[in-house]
C-alpha cells in the first residue's frame, strides 16, 4: 500500500524516469558490477575506442558527481596518474580523486581548479548538464552554454597532445562549437556511445590532439 500511495504522489515526469530507470539495462550493470551510475558505461565504451585515458594521465573531471566517470577515469590511469573533479553536487569520497565542490560557472572554479591541478592536464573531460526545465530550446542553450566554458577551460589548461570530451545536445549551435574545436585540436568528432540513450538529443564533442 505504500508504494502505491507513493507512485500516486510521483509527477508523470518522476514515473516515466522511474520506468525507464528499472528498465534500463546499463542501470543493473551498473547495480551489479558496483559503479556509482550507468555514466561510467559511456566512458568505457568512448575510452575502448579511442583510448584516451593512459597509464599516469592527468585528468580533469568536470560535472563529476556521483562519480561513474571518475572511477574509471582512477582504474585505467593507475595510482601515478592524477584526477580532479568538480561538481556542485555532493560526491562520495574515491581513492585517487581530488574533488572540489563547486559550480563550474563561478568565476573562481577555473583557477581553483588549475591551483589543484598544479600544472597541464593530459584530458578535460565534461559530463555536465544542466538542470532539465522541460523546453527544449532553453534546455539546450544552457547546456551549451557549460560545453562552451569547458572548451574555454579546456583551451587554457591542457597539455599539447591532450584531449577534451564534453557532452551537449543535438540541435545546431553545437556545429559552432565544433568549428571552434577544429582550429584548436588535430581531430574533432561526435561520438554517441551505446549506452548513451537512443532517444536522448545527447552527443559527446571529441577533440584528440591540442595543438598548444
Known amino acids: 500500500m505504500a ?22 539495462p546499463y542501470v543493473a550493470r551498473a547495480k551489479k558490477e558496483g559503479f556509482r551510475s550507468r555514466a561510467a558505461f559511456k566512458l568505457i565504451e568512448i575510452d575502448d575506442k579511442y583510448r584516451l585515458l593512459k597509464q599516469g594521465a592527468r585528468i580533469v573531471d568536470l560535472g563529476a558527481a556521483p562519480g561513474g566517470w571518475s572511477e574509471i577515469a ?15 553536487l555532493d560526491f562520495k569520497p574515491m581513492t585517487g580523486v ?11 572554479a577555473p583557477d581553483r581548479l588549475k591551483e589543484l591541478l598544479g600544472g597541464k592536464a593530459d584530458v578535460v573531460l565534461s559530463d555536465m548538464a544542466a538542470n532539465a526545465t522541460g523546453h527544449r530550446p532553453t534546455d539546450h542553450l544552457r547546456i551549451m552554454a557549460l560545453a562552451e566554458a569547458a572548451t ?6 591542457l ?17 559552432t562549437l565544433l568549428a571552434e574545436l577544429k582550429r584548436d585540436f588535430e581531430s574533432v568528432k561526435h561520438v554517441k556511445p551505446p549506452a548513451s540513450r537512443a532517444d536522448s538529443a545527447e552527443l559527446y564533442l571529441l577533440a584528440r590532439g591540442f595543438r598548444g
Open 98 to 108: 581530488e574533488f572540489l565542490k563547486l559550480d563550474f560557472l563561478d568565476e573562481t
Open 159 to 175: 597539455d599539447k597532445g591532450g584531449s577534451f570530451l564534453c557532452k551537449v545536445l543535438q540541435g545546431g549551435t553545437e556545429a
Open 74 to 88: 582512477a582504474r585505467r590511469i593507475g595510482a601515478n596518474g592524477r584526477i580532479i573533479a568538480l561538481d556542485i
Open 152 to 157: 574555454h577551460f579546456a583551451r587554457e589548461v
Open 3 to 24: 508504494r502505491l500511495k507513493d507512485e500516486k504522489r510521483r509527477t508523470l515526469s518522476s514515473r516515466t524516469w522511474l520506468e525507464r530507470q528499472l528498465a534500463d
